[in-house]
């Protein structure tokens, strides 16, 4: 397997990454790059970054692969969510089936908000992806 891949911008502003498959030249996996791709480099395999928990924020920068921190923001807004609603999870169903303990289940919910608010305060005044990191404690 070779040990350079082939990147690209779609057209949406994604990065699309083509991993030449055993026995497939770099010159012919080039040929799989989509005809609306833009800003097309390769790059040695270690250039993409180790974990993909900001995938959907990877930009191309002077031919360079960066996690873009605008980008990152939006995505650790989501994994915020997801798990701020993990937590509220077993404190809905109380709620919506009126079982006893709503009072408590709610107060509850009430802490859960306040925490992920000051989360994403946090993740909005971050100036890195690994302040955001830091911040989703990922």
């Known amino acids: 397997m070779s040990d350079q891949r ?26 799989d790059v989509p005809a609306t791709a833009t800003a097309e480099v390769i790059v040695d395999a270690e250039a993409l970054p180790a ?4 995938r959907a924020a990877w930009t191309l920068q002077d031919e360079a692969l960066v996690e873009c921190p605008v980008k990152s923001k939006v995505v650790a807004h989501e994994l915020r969510r997801a798990k701020r609603a993990a937590e509220f999870a077993p404190f809905d169903e109380v709620i919506a089936k009126r079982l006893p303990g709503e009072e408590e289940a709610e107060a509850e919910r009430v802490l859960i908000r306040a925490k992920y608010a000051t989360m994403q305060e946090e993740i909005d005044s971050s100036e890195s992806v690994t302040d955001i990191r830091t911040v989703l404690g990922a």
Do not use: E, Y
């Open 51 to 54: 974990d993909r928990l900001f």
């Open 6 to 31: 082939i990147v690209f911008t779609n057209p949406d502003g994604t990065v699309g990454v083509i991993i030449p498959a055993p026995g497939i030249s770099l010159a012919r996996a080039v040929q």
